[in-house]
Nanobody, 113 residues
Framework: VQLQASGGGLVQAGGSLRLSCAVS????????LGWYRQAPGKRRELVAT???????NYAASNKDRFTISRDNAKNTVYLQMNSLKPEDTGVYYC????????WGQGTLVTVSS
């Protein structure tokens, strides 16, 4: 299984970004896909997860602003991020498995104030 994340960039506070993660390999064998964030100087933290059936869970700080989704036909998981804040800045990693077995390479999100 390989994961390729994309969609990061520079955005002003209050803006939106949509991250994508293309999954190659045995996609249907993977129940849980997720997104993590690692801010500068901090540990990697969970942002959201989604099951094969579409059940989603979010970190409390993101719940009302972020939406995770997956397109099983395209082997892709998405993270729609709205009302972005400077504290959302970091490298975003997609993940597969629970506990995580596979990681994507990360995509940088920078939110300016």
């Amino acid at each position: 299984v390989q994961l390729q994340a994309s969609g990061g960039g520079l955005v002003q506070a209050g803006g939106s970004l949509r991250l994508s993660c293309a999954v190659s390999g045995n996609f249907f064998a993977i129940n849980v896909l997720g997104w993590y964030r690692q801010a500068p100087g901090k540990r990697r933290e969970l942002v959201a997860t989604i099951t094969r059936a579409g059940g989603a869970n979010y970190a409390a700080s993101n719940k009302d602003r972020f939406t995770i989704s997956r397109d099983n036909a395209k082997n892709t998981v998405y993270l729609q991020m709205n009302s972005l804040k400077p504290e959302d800045t970091g490298v975003y990693y997609c993940s597969a498995g629970w506990p995580t077995e596979y990681w994507g390479q990360g995509t940088l999100v920078t939110v300016s104030s």
